[in-house]
């Protein structure tokens, strides 16, 4: 097997690395670049802890392969916050205490980012069912959901 | 676990106790920096792959490594031969990391490999051959424990290896006396903690002897005595860091890899990663026992309960310990009974060892338990409420495990349930509304803390008990209020293995009450220290001086006139009064305090397909005292969930061979967001007189109630008694169907 | 192993049907990613199909629209017009997996793993659509129900893919709907899965109608009795009753770990009723 160079943009970010043919996106941000913010839960695309965008859509990095990133835009955990400024959902969860464990938290953030850019002004039951692909096993995801619809309010009156 | 009152607690009033700071981890958790057990790499680390089993119960006969040794990148191939004999109680945590000889569960590990990269590992490790005589297997509890049932293990003369009894008063009488008996059989399936963060571990184990470790776990000095044990070196040699942990609820309570990683790191001189993939993680790490448990209670027509029997058989896996023991002792803790009888019978079945999960053992028998009594409240013609409100335990009851309880909170939960809105709202048709009660015991145990006063007079505290789900928050708060300061110049870390004296494992709901108690301790003895150069400055005994509000002061006119000396100047100061200040604390706590809950739940089952759907939820439950009041709800929230999912739809699922046929979050259904509505909680505060601010572990109790509330509420939507566990929709609606 | 992302079909084609060993293309990944993790498949070619301009456009043809093979079931939910037309297909994709997963996964794709419990097979051959596939020897035009020829086994040949699907022209007041059962709302594979497309005439009798489902057999199933039991009918309830009973007929189930075969026939005749008349009230204009 002979690895693949491969040039794409992480985070804005100009990026190049070498992967094997078979090797997820999720292993060459994780181990490859070291944005270890994206997590790895099951490997299968059922928990949504390795979510990231791939030219602005939302994915589990698990199901892409590292060599499909050539001329895209991946966005991951690490790109949220600008400089010191933390992405109002990154506040929210923290005003809301919205994490316990914390390791699906990265995966949820993007994802919500993802629903708010689609959706500003989401319903409880929206929030929900975007999310439905994002395993919480701490919160029982009260605190999460309050916090993303909290976030959309603001997001909206800014 | 008797109450003595050592704290009057019910007056004080608290600055910093009892607000929602921003937990002191956040920003790196919020941001992707905080780092887990799989997000360490080292300078010339390789990568571990685990070789397991897919027999349930099998005889090695053979292992041939020699295809994978040969491999160009691999670095180290390790069977149970390389790990040394053992002799003590650490033997059945070995044989559940690494088959000495014999398979006991599909996914037993028999051999590992390490290799210079992963695809390298996984390629090895397909090619170490195992030749294996397969023998029969049992994986169902009632199946196990029957007479000549195929024996779990070879050299096992039965499946059931232990027995365990708890009561008082004599049942046999007490049932001559009851006027209406319910008497039913229950059952509920293995479920496993689902925590996110799959186990994963970073070891080095050098020439010289000296191993460091890195693992998301509960517990690691757990992990540094365990793999000393299994790998016969001294505590001293091994250091344990924890790194983030991503999940544990009881279930990263034990080992599952790291002494294999330290074989591997041994015998290669390299640095050793092993992470588990999630099918792993479901089929050999810990899950639940399974369980089937049979009731009987007894009470008078006017809902007095006069008697309660409980036949418990919990199978835990392959080597017992299936803490059966526990659910016999839960199972009528939330009543106050003249004659009562629980005996736990442990049986063995071919499945992975069982580990903790959140209040281990007791939502098996409280689904049992508060079933029947359910049953009981209807064959009355009673509210299940008032009748819980007739024979709930209080102050002074003698509980069915024994102890005499001293203040509690179940009354305070049940008058609160029935004043909750949710209680006397109207139900929509085609709903159900279930009510059921939960008990923990919660543990206080060894802990050590120790808190440095900085010169700036900021505060660095360290504790031994891995944070898993915001407790560091918790533990600044507690020293912000012992020493007076703002929670801002606290920070709290948890020290590793070296850098603190030993720390049972964060389990059983101990860590707020009983690190926040060493953690006080600790404080306390820093302000002793803070106290005494204040009176060497005003060079007045140190009798004379109290700490208030961040601050030495004379105490009293007699002490003499001097202005107060701040922590901020006290630590500026340290330096020349004697050096630096700090204090520690070293104790096993006792007093931690018995919890309990009432939960109320509405649900709608779809009677068409047997689908339920929960449409409210409200948790009430006593905290002693909540620190952190967001992490405290969220405890009730996230632990009623899980108990949701278990009642709905989580569990393992064997196939006649005995192979794990869900090992994945595909299968195994942990409830996802669109299941659910907002989970309400009540927070009461009767605090527990072991603690100097009143704190109860909060975290376990919350998933005993619902199995059994989720199942009342199916009973009032559909018609129908589920008496096992999962309420599946194909169960439900072969329930509705057998009754139509 | 190689990875190799043309940018025509034909580059796509000599690509697959030139790799001497196992060749498998990339559409959205959602199954082959799992695969290739655990060991399942191991390629010696890998041809991802996402950078063929066709294989990622929706275009509107004939009246009908034409999908690209790897078009995400995402795109599809953005596309109103399609949303309008096949409300059922849409839902059917909406069902495939979570968002993230919503974000890769195509209709083609889908299609080719074959699995017998797929969302969108189902409500595409209720859709009548038909698969264009090009291969070496050309192309050709497959109705949907005969691409899947087994548990995870198409009708395929070496060096073929799915260049698109094609969804017909729909009769004025025709509509069509997908329900699947799963023990939770979402992330669950199919325990049983039911797709009705339906026409009516001017006064709402059901001059035309096709239902299929999925999870009860190998393949997806046609259920011919059950539309015959609604076409002259307005879905009143003794002709609900024998969709219903025709569904349940049809069934030929497995007991797994997902359902038993009563609970999957039982089901099966529910959401067929229940599709039915969401379909139907979606023709007649009662609700989108």
Known sequence: MSQLQISTTVNGDPVEFLCEPDESLMDVLRDRLGLTGTKEGCGSGDCGACSVTVDGRLVCSCLVLGAEAQGRQIGTIEGMAKGEKLHVLQQKFLEHAALQCGICTPGILVAAEALLKENPDPTETEVRYWLAGNLCRCTGYDKIIRAVMDAATEMRGA | ????????????????????????????????????????????????????????????????????????????????????????????????????????????????????????????????????????????????????????????????????????????????????????????????????????????????????????????????????????????????????????????????????????????????????????????????????????????????????????????????????????????????????????????????????????????????????????????????????????????????????????????????????????????????????????????????????????????????????????????????????????????????????????????????????????????????????????????????????????????ANAGNFEPLSLDELAANSGSTGGPISGHCEINADGAGVSFGTHICDAEVDKETGRTTITRYTVIQDAGKAIHPDYVEGQFQGGAVQGIGWALNEEYIYGEDGRLQNAGFLDYRIPVASDLPMIDTQILEIPNPGHPYGVRGVGETPIVPPLAAVAHAITGSCGQRMRAIPMSPPKVLAAIKAAS | MRFEAPETVEAAVSLMAGEPGNAQALAGGTDLLVQLKTGRVSPDLIVDLKRIPSMVAITQEDGGFRLGGAVPAADMLEDDALKAAWPGICEAAHLVGSTQVMGRASLAGNLCTSSPAADTVPAMVAASATARIVGPDGSRDLAVEDVPSGVQKNSLKKGEVVESIYLPPRPARSSDAYLRFIPRTEMDIAVVGCGVSITLDEGGIVTDAKVALGAVAITVQVVEAGAKAIIGSKLEDAALDALAAACSAACKPINDKRGTIEFRTDVAGVLAKRAAKIAYDRAAGVTA
């Not at chain 2, 013609?381 to 024979?391: A, H, I, S, V």
């Not at chain 2, 302000?527 to 005003?538: G, N, S």
Request: glycine share 10%.
């Open chain 2, 1 to 556: 676990m008797p109450l003595d009152a050592q704290h009057d607690n019910h007056t004080r009033e608290f600055k910093v106790v009892g607000t929602r700071p921003v937990r002191p981890d956040g920003l790196d958790k919020v941001t992707g920096r905080a780092r887990y057990g799989a997000d360490m790499s080292l300078p010339g680390m390789i990568f571990g792959e685990i070789v397991r089993a897919n027999h349930a119960h099998a005889k090695i006969v053979k292992i041939d490594t020699s295809a994978a040794e040969a491999l160009s990148g691999v670095h180290a191939v390790v069977t149970r031969a390389d790990f040394p004999a053992q002799s003590d109680g650490m033997v059945d945590i070995l044989d559940h990391c690494m088959a000495d000889g014999e398979v006991l569960y599909d996914g037993h590990a028999v051999a590992a490999v390490a290799a210079s990269s992963k695809a390298l590992a996984r390629k090895a490790a397909a090619l170490i051959k195992v030749e294996y005589e397969v023998l029969p297997h049992v994986t169902d509890v009632d199946e196990a424990a029957k007479p000549g049932a195929p024996l779990v293990k070879q050299g096992i003369e039965s499946n059931i290896v232990a027995t365990h009894e708890f009561g008082h008063g004599d049942v046999e009488k007490g049932f001559t006396e009851a006027e209406v008996i319910v008497e039913r059989s229950y059952t509920t399936e293995a479920t496993h903690q689902g925590y996110i963060e799959p186990h994963a571990c970073v070891a080095t184990l050098g020439g010289d002897g000296v191993a460091d470790i890195w693992c998301c776990t509960q517990g690691h000095f757990m992990v540094r005595n365990t793999c000393a044990a299994i790998m016969g070196m001294n505590a001293s040699q091994i250091r344990v860091t924890a790194s983030e942990i991503g999940g544990g609820f009881g279930g990263k309570t034990t080992v599952y890899i790291e002494p294999t990683a330290l074989a591997l790191s041994k015998k290669a001189g390299r640095p050793v990663k092993i992470v588990m993939n999630r099918e792993d993680v479901f089929r050999a790490s810990g899950p639940t026992a399974s369980s089937s448990i049979d009731i009987k209670i007894g009470a008078k027509k006017d809902g007095t309960l006069v008697a309660g029997q409980a036949t418990l058989r919990y199978q835990g896996g392959a080597w017992g310990g299936s803490i059966v023991d526990f659910g016999a002792m839960a199972a009528f803790a939330c009543y106050d009974m003249p004659n009562v009888k629980a005996v736990g019978i442990d049986v063995l079945a071919n499945r992975p060892k069982l580990a903790a999960y959140r209040a281990p053992s007791a939502p098996m028998a409280a689904f049992a338990v508060e079933s029947a009594v359910n049953e009981m409240c209807d064959e009355l013609g009673m509210d299940p409420l008032d009748f819980r409100l007739k024979n709930c335990a209080r102050a002074g009851t003698k509980s069915s495990y024994g102890p005499t309880y001293g203040e509690i909170g179940l009354e305070a939960t049940l008058e609160a349930a029935k004043a909750h809105p949710h209680w006397s709202a109207p139900l929509p048709e085609g709903q159900g509304r279930g009510i059921a009660c939960g008990f923990w015991f919660n543990f206080g145990g060894q802990t050590s803390s120790s808190l440095n006063i900085n010169e700036d007079g900021t505060v660095g505290l360290s504790v031994g008990t891995p944070d898993i789900g915001g407790s560091r928050a918790a533990m600044c708060q507690m020293a912000a209020e012992a020493l007076g300061i703002p929670y801002e110049k606290v920070r709290a870390i948890v020290a590793d293995t070296a850098s603190l004296g030993y720390n049972d494992v964060t389990d059983g709901s101990r860590t707020t009450f009983a690190s926040g108690l060493a953690v006080i301790n600790s404080a306390n003895q820093a302000v002793e220290r803070l106290c005494e150069r204040a009176a060497q400055t005003w060079d007045i005994p140190a009798e004379a001086v109290e700490w208030k509000d961040g601050a030495a002061h004379p105490a009293g």
